[in-house]
């Protein structure tokens, strides 16, 4: 996501005066209720893994969920370039590619191997 994308999100809360109702709690609770509503798209698809006539309603859902994070990220004073490389870097020691290539498996069950 670019800087120029965050500043239109924070604007935006800015613009509002919302940024008084953004602690980490409610941010929290925010990202999850907007995970679920992405989740419920799929709700009793049964077979139906594709997501092409969904697709309007997935990208408006993702973009609350990515929103909602950026103002989680604003208001814990993080830097999402910075933690979402440290998170890589940690999976890649927990899913090593010699492992994991091809392999849905838990690192748990993975370091067994």
Not at 34 to 44: D, G, T, Y
Not at 47 to 58: F, S, T, V
Not at 68 to 94: F, G, H, P, Q, T
């Amino acid at each position: 996501m670019t800087e120029e994308t965050i500043k239109q999100i924070l604007k935006f809360r800015d613009d509002r005066n919302w940024k008084q109702f953004h602690n980490p709690k409610d941010l929290a609770i925010s990202i999850s209720l907007e995970a679920a509503e992405l989740l419920e798209i799929f709700q009793w698809s049964g077979d139906d893994l594709n997501c092409e006539k969904k697709k309007d309603k997935i990208k408006e859902e993702l973009a609350d969920v990515v929103n909602y994070c950026v103002l989680m990220a604003d208001a814990c004073n993080l830097d999402l370039d910075e933690i979402v490389r440290e998170k890589i870097k940690k999976n890649d020691e927990k899913y090593p590619v010699e492992k994991a290539f091809g392999s849905k498996e838990k690192y748990t069950v993975l370091k067994n191997r």
